[in-house]
């Protein structure tokens, strides 16, 4: 199995930017995390390294990069006409779905430790302390695990939308779409408390209470519980006589 989804990753990898236009939009894509990079550590200086910020870089990165690659796994092979030879190889369900997600990921996951990197680089540049400055133990973790975990999240549903979608682009758009959709509910859940300044308080109080090591897993829970979901329903739900049939 492992070579099995070695060799999936291995032709992934040669096909990744295959698509006229996808390595220009990669690009492009990262020129804002790059730009966030190099500004948030000159603007905020030693805080970067001594608040959270970096994970929110984190998230971004991962969840760009895998969302824009994930939706050519089988989405493009359709596209390309490529998908029945992919199909008929001996290679094993698993393999062809580990390997295909493993691609995406690894690419995501690395570019976001050399983003952050980039970042440390910046801030020592702009504000030399005699010595070079580095994340915190525990911060540097967050941001791995937090990235680490976006990127199967994004990959796992982008994986699943992949199967059944047409074309590349309406992988992409519902990949994004179902991903942003709980940002929204945040973000109204957020002006909602805005609007009562008791459960502000509250909220404040209890995130308060929270040491650093909590308040990172409660989010690593939250997201390593839909990421394993979604691995297993993109196992599951690969059907190897369907999509021969749908290609």
Do not use: Y
């Amino acid at each position: 199995m492992k070579d099995d989804i070695l060799t999936v990753m291995w032709k992934e990898r040669k096909g990744l930017f295959r698509v006229q236009g996808r390595r220009t939009q990669a690009i492009m894509t990262l020129l804002s995390p790059v730009f966030l990079a190099v500004f948030m550590p000159w603007q905020m200086g030693l805080r970067w390294v001594e608040r959270s910020m970096s994970l929110l870089l984190a998230f971004i990165v991962s969840f760009i990069l895998v969302g824009i690659t994930i939706p050519d796994a089988f989405a493009g092979e359709r596209e390309r006409h490529t998908l029945p030879t992919l199909l008929a190889s001996r290679l094993p369900d698993r393999a062809i779905v580990l390997g295909k997600m493993a691609t995406s990921v690894v690419f995501g996951w690395g570019a976001t430790c050399l983003v952050l990197l980039l970042s440390l680089v910046a801030l020592n540049m702009t504000h030399w302390q005699g010595h070079i400055v580095l994340f915190p133990p525990a911060l540097l973790l967050a941001d791995l695990a937090v990235s680490l975990l976006i990127c199967l999240l994004v990959a796992g549903l982008g994986v699943l939308f992949s199967m059944r979608s047409s074309t590349v682009q309406q992988a992409q758009q519902l990949t994004m779409s179902v991903m942003l959709f709980p940002a929204m509910l945040a973000q109204f859940g957020v002006l909602f408390l805005l609007q009562s300044d008791s459960m502000l308080a509250r909220l404040n109080a209890t995130v308060g209470s929270l040491s650093f090591g909590q308040f990172i897993g409660i989010i690593v829970a939250c997201l390593a519980i839909p990421a394993a979901v979604l691995l297993w329903a993109a196992l599951t739900r690969f059907r190897r006589a369907r999509l021969i049939l749908e290609a």
